[in-house]
């Protein structure tokens, strides 16, 4: 523990505090408005792009997309702005005031207000676009009306005309000043935080409007916000209040006002570490540096995400951290809320509602009066594995709409461009992969079958990590942008990291395009190669889109027709043959095909003696007929033995002339 006393400026204090009252530091922690942040990340994680139904993508980007992208990237704009001036202590008003203008730009409201609650009643305190002073200072009884409806904490409420809606307790003096104001629809939302109800956020229209979901998401998240502020600013009231009085009494109180100004130390530090970096590794270092011990960080399924020594530095985070006695404690850890010391190392999960997002790991049992401080340092573990979940899923949701454009041909919008650049087509060229994952007869039958698509998909992103790629879901299938050079490793990498997780997978690959309009018709042949796979019964296996010619065309109709005749039943009794006798004529036919039917080069390529090449052409024409090498026939023949080669029976592809 020596270490541990020496490890900052502030662990003297850290220790220190061991015989301060607890429980006054753990309110503290819960009611710090930072605590918001994890509940709102949460929130806006939930939310997706709309299901694209197998078979089916856009040819070109929604524009009810892109502008979904914009508004979502404003509100989280919005909320950073908002936390930051939060944890700022800037002047609540000026928050506040900031607050309802930046509700009425993200919803196109004609106004917004906040309203605060007294014991009995609410009254608008804060508004922006509202003209009369008679609403603008409306004070009315909990439960009437939109307002004092929403104030009551019970529900979001919303009208889309509320003089005419029989539906909301109406009082004739407030319907007068409505009515003055013109005002027709009204949407308000309970500002609640730790089952404290402060009041609601409303916005209201002059004219009958019908409330979005969207919509109604969007003030629920800055009503949120604006309770973390009420809650926040209240909350250094009492913290300045506490310190005024303890400095009036110094010499008796001087521990307990370092260990409030240690609180505030640590939320400084640790909220530098991921709004600076939005690192795991920096905020692994930071935490170490507070407490004064070598830790771990685990993402939710045990795998280590940072790790800092003995001797302050990051350690590998691919070394296991096994045993089940850890997995044992972090399951106690979990359950409870709460960090758990045992076998010598003291366990922190972090926790997003109802779910475990990583868990923190310090190599050293923490005596019990710290623990609550490690929950604390916890708490930011969670905020930050949550705001770099959102950065992911906004990439992921930008490589999707970039490659709905490309692929469907249309112009790429400003905002995809830089996602676009890293490619650099035009110089390294890039060549499209589809991955098609298959279910096995157990995923196909059971209702609880893991997400295969996911798990191709999972793959597909893994193997590109290391280089510049696109990404996403596209249709049935994954699909992504990959330079030419990385190409046929990504492919063979997501082939092995299928088999590892026991998926059947098949990839399509396309040609080289060093122009964006050559993506589409890449894309078909990578679309292409997964159906001649399909339609052949294969999996596990690649193949190139531009290698298919017309037998690709052909096995394509196959897979949409299986009930069609297979260009491989012209070749079966030949197939059949080789298997019963262990032969090689389907291979000699194959390569005499692709020889332009010269005996010589066929002798060659099979390294054999001419005369056993005749010899065995005459085998063929006994199993296959003697008018086999008939120009009609012998077309069908070879587009047969090509769709064959493509299935693996041929072996290396023989030499062109």
Known sequence: ????????????????????????????????????CADTILTMDRWRFPHVPPGGASAAADPADVADL????????????????????RDLGEVLAAIVRRTRELTGADMAYIALNTQEETFIRYSDGVRTEAYRTIRMPLGSGVLGKAATGRATVLTSDYLLDGTISHLHDIDEIVREEGVRAILGVPMTLHGVVHGAL?????????????????????????????AGARRLEEVTAALARLHE???????????????????????????????????????????????????????????????GRGASATTPLPDHRLERTIRRARATGM????????????????????????????????????????????????LLRVRTDDQHRRERALLDVVIGGGPVPAELRPALAILDVPGTGVRVLAVEAHPGPAEATSAAAPDIGGLALAALRSATEPHRAVVAPHGAHACALVQDAAAETVAQEVLAQAAERDVDVTIGISGVCTDLAAVPSAHRDADRALASLAALGLRGRAAHGEDLGAV??????????????????????????????????????????????????????????????????????????????????????????????????????????
């Open 339 to 386: 960090p758990v010391a045992e076998d010598g190392r003291t366990v922190a999960c972090a926790l997003g509602g109802e779910e475990h997002l990583g868990t923190l790991v310090i190599h050293d049992a923490l005596p019990a009066p710290l623990l609550p401080r490690l929950q604390r340092v916890t708490v930011f573990l969670g905020i930050l594995l949550l």
């Open 1 to 36: 523990m020596c270490s541990f006393i020496a490890g900052s400026l502030i662990v003297g204090p850290f220790l220190a505090g061991v015989a301060v009252d607890a429980s006054w530091a753990r309110g503290y922690a819960a009611a710090h408005p930072l605590t918001m």
């Open 249 to 311: 009494d110094r010499d008796a109180d001087l521990e307990r006002i370092l260990d409030l100004q240690e609180v505030l130390e640590i939320d400084a530090r640790l909220l530098e570490s991921i709004t600076a970096h939005a690192e795991v590794s920096a905020y692994a270092q930071a935490a170490s540096e507070l407490i004064g011990l070598p830790l771990s960080v685990l993402d939710a399924q045990g795998a280590v995400l940072a790790r800092v020594g003995a001797d």
């Open 202 to 230: 409303l916005v209201a229209d002059r004219s009958p409007r019908r409330y979005t979901a969207e919509m109604v998401d969007t003030v629920s998240i800055l009503a949120r916000h604006t309770s973390a502020a009420l």
């Open 552 to 657: 690709g065309l052909l096995l394509e109709a196959l897979r949409a027709d299986p009930h069609a005749p297979s260009p491989l039943d012209a070749l079966a009794p030949l197939v059949d043959h080789d298997a019963a006798r262990s032969g090689e004529l389907t291979r000699t036919a194959w390569v005499f095909a692709e020889s332009g039917q010269n005996v010589g080069r066929t002798a060659e390529q099979l390294f054999l003696h001419p005369n056993t090449v005749r010899q065995r052409l005459e085998r063929i024409g006994r199993v296959l007929g003697p008018d086999w090498r008939d120009p009609a026939r012998f077309l069908d023949l070879h587009l047969a033995l090509r769709a064959w080669a493509i299935g693996g029976g041929a072996g290396p592809a023989p030499r062109r002339p």
């Open 70 to 89: 914009r508004r979502r990237a404003a509100l989280l704009e919005v909320t950073t702005d908002i936390a930051s001036q939060t944890t700022a202590r």
